[in-house]
């Protein structure tokens, strides 16, 4: 890093200079994006008709690259996220606040790029994957995978509500996942209802079930929620076995109408999605969609969980957590607080499930057992309670991760030609879990650091807060 | 119980023949109680005589099985905790019980959410003026103050609801005597410059005396004394059963 550029950035300059600064940097960064470009990602090697190897280049991919990169570099450093800067401002003797420091500390300045980043990452990925593989169809598996992820990212932030919020640990969670799903998949099959009027409804449907379940556990806390919570999961995936008149049993519900685009569906026919834009008909048309759907999904439940937390009744379920007790004697009605809670996040399951059944055209109370609530909780838990970004996180690591597993055919070099990696793909997951108690025992994002802190190293970590009382 | 000291008027929180359960196990044997407007006043006791659980059962938790607990001429007594505290009755509970892992700021948000927080800005400076401990450490995580700065923290969260009547629950507990002092100090200003009435539940015999217009003394679930202040600190048998040892 050569300093002329940060030099010429003391304090608060005029915003030209910081502009140009910005410049400076973003176009610094994307040339050591096109260096590490040239050597890895330029050049394709390919097998041409004649057995030969042939190098293919790929001039646009690492464009898109060092745009990327510019625009990412360019917006954190005007934005004031400058690395190296306050350090050298700091040798250079200026007076930097150091009491009541109200500068972003790295974490903050992290999370800060941390949103943006996941949010670029995530809005552009069906991109990334299709010039990646090199075509729609290569990447079917990919963005099916994107979609999975975000739909348990949705399912977490909604779990968020209940467990990292509320403090009311939930182990049947998957119970309104089932009940959006099976609200969608029953309403459209039977009185043949469109995807989007049949999405609120599945929503409602699940509040409803969520203040249903939430009216007999309100005496209860911990354990003993948990206990209750588990069972409720499980007593509607029974009823969803048994009572076969309506949902068919075990052999679950078939050939679930598909979500269209606002109206237009998507067929090969002359009404379709792909004519009607103009495009080749393709059968990925509608997995893109579906990526955008629970991408737009997420981010709602991402989005109205924010603004809840900053209302009172978001305070209210955080002190809820805290302390019961001094909760209800500061005048909080914790009955409707917690009923709140319930209906809102088992809302977000219900949206989450009834995407689930129009994605997948095919549900079964299979897909509802308890190793979902688990997986679920995990993320939450992992994620660090409370944390939306660690659960988004959490998620891809839970889910993503696992997935790629499959892709572990090469060690069955190391392991002999039985090896299935499919079978220790729970395995591994034990052992992240067991390596995230050891080293992060508050989650990855362990809740909202204190934002004022006398001196960075003295900023107290929440692990020295005592738990709420569970 | 007849009070030489107590105003015409009709007390603020009536407590009469309340007796409070533990499953069998008798914690209050009746008692009668008077608070009135504009008055501190303490109770003192033994560890286990019950003065928490006369407190808690002020709040309708538990609930009183028999008796009766009048506060501005309602009958609380079968009220919901959370409509007790609507009254503008506010409580630093014992323990002090903030939020841990919520911000000082956001204890205080949680402590105003009575009247949604119209008052929010006014009272924030308010408390902050009481407690500049507070301001300093607005955005610091409760949890992580000391136990001084979290018994100012509950009795500010308390305040927050702008109460007619305010319940202190030992806020001496565990704390430095310079502190105890800071503290007391605090309460007897909000009285004497706001008019606050104080309900005072303390171990600290001799603090609390010294601070209180009238005081009671409880014994196993039963009131057995009671006066001024300035009587039950003069007087022989209190002095022998709570001041004695060094108390203060």
């Known amino acids: ?470 | 119980m007849s009070d030489p000291t107590a105003p015409a008027r009709e007390p603020l929180l009536t407590l009469r023949g309340v007796k409070t359960f533990y499953g069998n196990i008798i914690a209050l044997k009746g008692v009668d109680l008077d608070v009135h407007q504009g008055e501190i006043v303490t109770l003192i006791g033994a560890n286990g005589a019950g003065k928490s659980t006369l407190m808690m059962t002020i709040f309708g938790n538990p609930r009183a099985r028999e008796g009766t607990i009048t506060f501005a001429g309602r009958d609380i007594t079968q009220m919901p905790t959370h409509e007790i505290a609507r009254l503008n009755i506010a409580q630093s509970p014992e323990g002090r019980r903030i939020f841990g892992r919520m911000t000082v700021y956001e204890n205080l948000q949680v402590g105003a959410s009575l009247d949604g927080g119209v008052h929010f800005e006014e009272d924030l400076e308010r408390v902050c003026t009481i407690f500049p401990r507070l301001k300093e450490r607005l955005h610091q995580r409760g949890g992580t103050m000391s136990g001084g700065e979290q018994q100012m923290l509950a009795i500010a969260r308390a305040l927050m609801s702008r109460p007619r009547l305010l319940l202190l629950d030992e806020p001496s507990l565990g704390l430095a005597p310079l502190v105890v002092k800071q503290i007391f100090d605090v309460i007897r200003e909000l009285n004497e410059k706001d008019g606050m009435t104080v309900f005072l539940v303390e171990q600290n015999a001799y603090h609390a005396l010294k601070l209180a217009h009238r005081a009671y003394v409880m014994v196993t679930g039963t009131i057995t004394m009671s006066g001024t202040g300035a009587e039950l600190l003069a007087d022989p048998q209190v002095k022998a059963a709570y001041l004695e040892g060094g108390r203060h």
């Open chain 1, 1 to 470: 890093m050569s300093g002329d550029a940060m030099t010429t950035r003391t304090g608060a300059g005029p915003a030209g200079s910081d502009l140009a600064a910005a410049l400076k940097d973003g176009v610094r960064g994307a040339l050591v994006m096109l260096g590490l470009c040239i050597p890895i990602i330029l050049l394709r090697t390919d097998q041409s008709q004649a057995n030969e190897l042939i190098l293919r280049p790929r001039v646009g991919l690492v464009l898109i690259f060092c745009a990327l990169i510019f625009i990412l570099r360019f917006t954190l450093s005007y934005y004031g996220v400058k690395w190296r800067t306050s350090r050298r401002l700091k040798a250079q003797g200026e007076a930097l606040p150091t009491v009541t420091d109200a500068r972003p500390t790295w974490k903050a300045r992290l999370s800060a790029m941390a949103l943006p980043a996941f949010l670029g990452l995530a809005v552009t990925y069906p991109l990334l994957t299709v010039l990646v593989n090199g075509g729609l169809d290569p990447s079917r598996y990919w963005i099916d995978l994107g979609i999975l992820i975000l739909t348990y990212v949705m399912l977490g932030w909604g779990l968020n509500i209940v467990v990292g919020l509320a403090g009311l640990l939930d182990l049947g969670y998957v119970a309104f996942y089932a009940v959006g799903a099976y609200s969608y998949a029953l309403l459209a099959t039977k009185f043949g209802l469109s995807f989007w009027i049949c999405l609120p409804l599945a929503g409602i449907l699940a509040a409803f079930w969520g203040v249903l379940l939430g009216f007999p556990v309100l005496r209860l806390r911990g354990d003993y929620l948990a206990i209750v919570t588990l069972a409720f999961g499980e007593i509607i995936r029974l009823v969803l076995i048994n009572w076969v008149d309506v949902t068919g049993g075990a052999a679950g519900i078939y050939s679930i109408p598909r979500a269209s685009f606002f109206g237009i569906p998507f067929t090969a026919g002359e009404d379709g999605f792909a004519a009607r834009f103009g495009l080749e008909f393709s059968g990925m048309h509608r997995i893109v969609f579906f990526y955008y759907l629970i991408l737009v999904l997420a981010l709602i439940t991402n989005f109205v969980t924010m603004r809840l937390k900053r209302l009172p009744v978001g305070r209210a379920w955080e002190a809820l957590r805290e302390d019961e007790i001094a909760c209800r004697s500061l005048g909080i009605n914790t009955v409707s607080t917690k009923l709140t809670a319930f209906a809102i996040g088992a809302m977000f399951g219900g949206f989450a499930g009834s995407f689930f059944a129009v994605r997948q055209g095919f549900i079964s109370p299979e897909s509802f057992n308890f190793l979902e609530s688990a997986i679920i909780l995990a993320i939450v838990v992992l994620g660090g309670m409370g944390s939306q970004i660690g659960v988004a996180i959490a998620a891809v690591v839970l889910v993503g991760m696992p997935e790629l597993l499959r892709n572990l055919g090469f060690m069955r070099g190391f392991f002999g030609a039985g090896f299935d990696p499919n079978e220790f793909r729970l395995l591994l997951f034990g052992l992240g879990m067991v390596a995230m108690m050891v080293w992060r025992p508050r989650g990855l994002i362990s809740h909202r650091d204190p934002s004022v802190v006398l001196k960075e190293r003295k900023a107290i970590s929440g692990s020295l807060v005592k738990e709420g009382h569970g």
